[in-house]
Structures are given as C-alpha cells and as structure tokens.
C-alpha cells in the first residue's frame, strides 16, 4: 500500500449497510470493505439500518439456500479496532427486532485491561442521522 | 477539487455506470482531478473488453477505456470481485491458471486498500450505485 501518501491522515470512515445479508452480496462484499479497511488506521465505524439491520441477526443458517454463511466474520470487526456499530432502532422495530436477536458482538478495550466491552449501539434514527453527518467518507452497501 | 469515483454496479443493467462516466467526464472537463475510479461488486463487469453491445448503443467499456485514455485516469477493478465474476487480467490468469484474460484496456486489477487509499486521498468520494 502506498503509506507515503496516507500516513498521518485519520478521517472518519462509516459504512452504512442498508441491505439483507442474503438475496444479494453487497453484505458480504460491505464487510470486506470495512476489515481492509481497518487496516489503515482510519477511524472506523459501522452502520446498520433499514433491512440491514438482519445483518447482524444470531443464528443465521444459509444451509438451504446453498450459499456461504459469513455471519460469523463479523465477529472479527472488534478484532479489526473497530470499535463503533450502531443500529437504527427504528429499523429494528419495524421489522419486530431488538437488539437481544443480534450476535453479541464484542471488542477488546486496550486502554481497559483489554476488557470485553460490546461493540453495538442502539441509536435512533436522529442519532444516526448526525452519525452520518459527521463522517468524512461515507460508504453506501 | 481531488474527487474519487466508486462505481458498485455492472454496465447495462443499472444506470450507475453511465452517471458515473458523465460525473467523471463533467468532473474533469471543469478541470477538477479525479485520483481513481474504483469498480467493485458487480461493478468489476464494466472492465471487460469482451463487450460486445449492438452498434447502435452506447459502449459503456470502451467509453471508459477511452476516457482513462485522454486524462490518464486510473481505472481499478477489485481483485476479490473480480475473481468472483470472471474479470481477469495476465496476471491473474497465470496464478489462477486460466485459459485466457479479458480485462479492457486501461483498467488494473488491485486490492480494496486503493479503494480506501483513494477515500484517504480525495476531497470527495463520490459512489455510484443502485
């Protein structure tokens, strides 16, 4: 990668995923985004509304539909110092979820005795709606 | 302005290409400088010279290849996409052992860092998508 052209600059990164985690792979492909991106340092964060929101669902089984289970790889984003998910409320709601029915995705604190602390915020869809403002690059999947 | 263009769908199907080229071009025609575009999802098939759309169309790959052509732009098609929808270039054809490559003139093969690297770079990043 080409540091000598990166380095030093942190901007503020967010991935807004809209969509199902299956019937399409703009899940799949969004999440690999976001690991590879962490690897740059960036300050990176990850949203979920809309249908998106069942990305993120425990106990997925694609066994039926024949097609890859990656549920399991965002387990990695705390891996990855990603340390901000936040899901729209509203969109959980609407479609009869709390956040009980979503993985416990967790992150390791470094400045915390490397204590297990959850990743995802619950926000309201105003609280998402400044999230969003104050991204710099902003990437829709 | 430093703008980057990420383009997420094939040509054809969906509009995103065709309004990613004419930001493109509309972007430098007005002198601003546009660092990359990055293709990716389905968007990885808009770098096939295999395209072959009936004459009286548009021809939304050799649009582009002309277009990086004229104002050396880097045109990035994502490996792991790509990999997933047939879109390969020498390289990849030998490490993949393929029979044959189809990548259009002016476009590169490379990983999702150039996609991040130019979200770094860029003023704007401006997608293109369905």
């Not at chain 1, 985690?21 to 990850?46: K, T």
């Not at chain 1, 990656?70 to 705390?78: D, I, N």
Request: aromatic fraction near 8%; charged fraction near 30%.
């Amino acid at each position: 990668m080409s540091e000598e052209f990166t380095s030093g600059t942190v901007k503020k990164f967010l991935y807004v995923n809209r969509r199902a985690p299956h019937g399409s792979n703009y899940a799949q492909e969004g999440l690999e985004v976001a690991l590879i991106g962490a690897a740059f340092e960036q300050d990176v964060a990850m949203a979920y509304l809309d249908d998106g929101v069942f990305q993120l669902k425990s106990g997925q089984d694609t066994g039926k539909i024949g097609t890859k289970n990656f549920s399991a790889t965002y387990r990695a984003l705390g891996d990855y110092d990603v340390k901000r998910v936040y899901v729209e409320r509203e969109s959980l709601e609407r479609r009869g979820l709390s956040q009980e029915d979503l993985m416990p995705l967790v992150y390791k604190d470094e400045d915390d005795d490397w204590e297990e602390k959850p990743l995802i915020h619950v926000v309201s869809a105003e609280e998402m709606r400044r999230i969003i403002d104050e991204s710099d690059v902003i990437l829709n999947f | 302005m430093k703008l980057a263009v990420l383009v997420n769908e094939g040509p054809y199907t969906h509009q995103a290409s065709d309004s990613a080229f004419h930001f493109t071009t509309a972007a430098l025609e007005q002198g601003h400088e546009v660092i990359r575009v990055f293709f990716y999802h389905d968007g990885v098939n808009n770098g096939t010279r295999l395209t072959t759309p009936p004459q009286d169309d548009r021809h939304i790959t050799d649009r582009w290849s002309d277009l990086a052509r004229r104002h050396d732009l880097d045109l990035v098609v994502c490996v792991a996409a790509a990999q997933r929808r047939g879109v390969v270039d020498e390289d990849e054809q030998r490490r993949n052992g393929k029979d044959a490559n189809n990548i259009a003139e002016g476009f590169r093969i490379s990983g999702l860092g150039q996609l991040i690297e130019a979200g770094i770079q860029a003023d704007r990043m401006v997608a293109f998508g369905d």
